[in-house]
């Protein structure tokens, strides 16, 4: 009886350890979260909608960049001269679909990531003077609800459009 317990008891645990075995092959490892803020390297996209980027920032000593993975965070630093990378996804959710309208073709959902994450430049300070800026100004104001500059920018649209 005890050895017929000792079987069952191991098929038991093999199964159970070849059923976990099953749950997590081919899984990716999760990323802990934290960024590199030195590191320029290429970041590889993977996953599905919605696309998110980090943004990698000049510092203003030299070369030097920092990553950030908020917009938040990016203004709070007040950034002049990013760039977006993305990090996952691979389709545009609605706002960013709709940004890239609102901005005609006049710039892409990486370009207004990209200008979405810096503070106190233009287009965010400066006037809007041409077709190419308003559409620009209009993509930004769509997929950037939240930036500081935000109306500012809004104005400066409206006094172009008259």
Do not use: N
């Not at 960049?65 to 938040?72: F, L, P, Q, S």
């Not at 990013?82 to 996804?89: F, L, Q, S, V």
């Not at 959710?93 to 940004?99: D, H, I, K, V, Y």
């Not at 309208?101 to 006037?127: F, I, K, Q, S, Y």
Request: charged share 20%; with cysteine; proline share 4%.
């Amino acid at each position: 009886m005890t050895t017929l317990r000792r079987a069952l008891a191991t098929t038991v645990v093999v199964a159970a350890a070849l059923g976990l075995a099953g749950c997590t092959a081919g899984v990716e490892p999760e990323l802990d979260g934290s960024v590199d803020a030195t590191s320029g390297a290429e970041v590889a996209a993977s996953g599905s909608a919605p696309i998110v980027f980090a943004f990698v920032c000049r510092t203003g000593q030299g070369d030097a960049t920092e990553t950030y993975t908020t917009y938040a965070a990016a203004w709070e630093a007040d950034r002049t001269d990013c760039t977006a990378k993305p990090i996952t996804g691979t389709e545009m959710s609605a706002q960013q679909q709709a940004a890239v309208r609102a901005a005609d073709d006049a710039v892409d959902l990486r370009d207004l990531a990209a200008t979405c994450a810096e503070r106190g430049v233009a287009p965010w300070t400066a006037a809007v003077e041409t077709d190419d800026q308003a559409r620009v100004a209009a993509g930004l104001l769509e997929y950037c609800p939240g930036h500081p500059d935000r109306d500012r920018l809004q104005e400066a649209l409206l006094a172009h459009r008259g």
